[in-house]
């Protein structure tokens, strides 16, 4: 009995010492895509994105100017994204063309050669702001019209009314949001820029809603026949990831004012904005890490 017993002691103690090992396998082999995928979504590697609108339509013509150009700054570890707006009219050296408005970069290269201009967009923000601008996201400003109506909508919140007084927020639908960031009636470029960032906002904000959760296969549908981007696959759910998550804590959103430029009339009567790189610049390295 004595013979027959010793080895079972034996046998289950092999066992006792086995299992742990097991275990600590596989905790490794569960530790290394976690480790990857936490690399993945949280490595603090800096991405900037620039964002055009191009006025582009059957009565303004087939090639058109980027009335809107936001430079988008990403880092994983923030809980906040940025935003920049840049004037229309800002006066600026467009490679291979010489000084001109700045949204006429993406005009003079698509006149030249279909296709080029988003990069040569990229290429004059990037000499002139001395930044990175790694991809571009470009939509079609008849387009706006169809993505904030297939979302139901979005909610604007005005500005101020005369002597402070707060103002209900507007329900715009696309018509309305596409002339409110296209209006030159009643506000300057720098008002445009304000509300172009304001719709950013609410439509983002929209998103978030549980009552949206029916309108997201159609908004994801108009989107895709307007938008126009470089930006990889392997980017997408990282980007995706930071932009839900700061959508939560606010978005740091801001422009180039007025007293950061000075307005002056070219030889050829156009009237533009030069800028003063003096109180650009320091907005320029706080958000970009320049």
């Known amino acids: 009995m004595f013979e027959i017993t010793q080895p079972t002691r034996r046998l289950d103690q092999v066992q006792m010492v086995r299992t742990p090992q097991k275990k600590h396998k596989r905790l490794r082999l ?3 895509p976690a480790l990857v995928l936490l690399v993945y979504f949280l490595a603090p590697f800096r991405t900037n994105i620039l964002l055009l609108g191009t006025d582009d339509s059957p009565q303004r013509g087939t090639i058109g100017r980027t009335d809107t150009m936001i430079l988008t700054t990403i880092v994983p570890l923030k809980p906040t994204i940025g935003i920049l707006s840049i004037p229309r ?3 600026v050296p467009i490679p291979g063309i010489g000084e001109q408005r700045i949204n006429t970069a993406y005009f003079f290269a698509e006149a030249s050669q279909r296709g080029t201009g988003a990069q040569a967009s990229m290429l004059t923000i990037q000499q002139s702001f001395d930044v990175p601008v790694h991809y571009y996201a470009m939509v079609h400003m008849e387009g706006i019209v169809t993505v904030v109506d ?3 909508g979005v909610d604007i919140q005005p500005e101020p009314a ?7 927020k507007q329900h715009l639908n696309g018509e309305q949001v596409l002339a ?7 506000s300057n470029d720098f008002g445009r820029m304000q509300g172009g960032q304001k719709v950013i906002q609410a439509i983002l904000g929209k998103l978030l809603l549980p009552s949206s959760l029916p309108h997201i296969p159609s908004f994801l549908l108009a989107l895709t026949d307007v938008l126009e981007t470089d930006i990889p ?13 700061s959508i939560l804590f606010g978005i740091d959103g801001r422009t180039i004012t007025p007293e950061m430029v000075t307005p002056f009339q070219t030889e050829g009567g156009a009237q533009v904005l030069a800028p003063k790189w003096d109180l650009i610049n320091p907005v320029i390295e706080e958000m970009f890490g320049r």
């Not at 005369?162 to 209900?168: A, D, S």
């Not at 409110?180 to 009643?186: E, G």
Request: charged share 20%; hydrophobic share 55%.
């Open 162 to 168: 005369t002597g402070g007084q707060p103002v209900e």
């Open 89 to 91: 009219d800002l006066w």
């Open 150 to 152: 297939a979302l139901g």
């Open 30 to 32: 569960w530790l290394f």
């Open 233 to 245: 696959l392997w980017q997408i759910p990282r980007l995706l990831f930071s932009l839900a998550r």
């Open 180 to 186: 409110l960031i296209r209006d030159r009636s009643i």
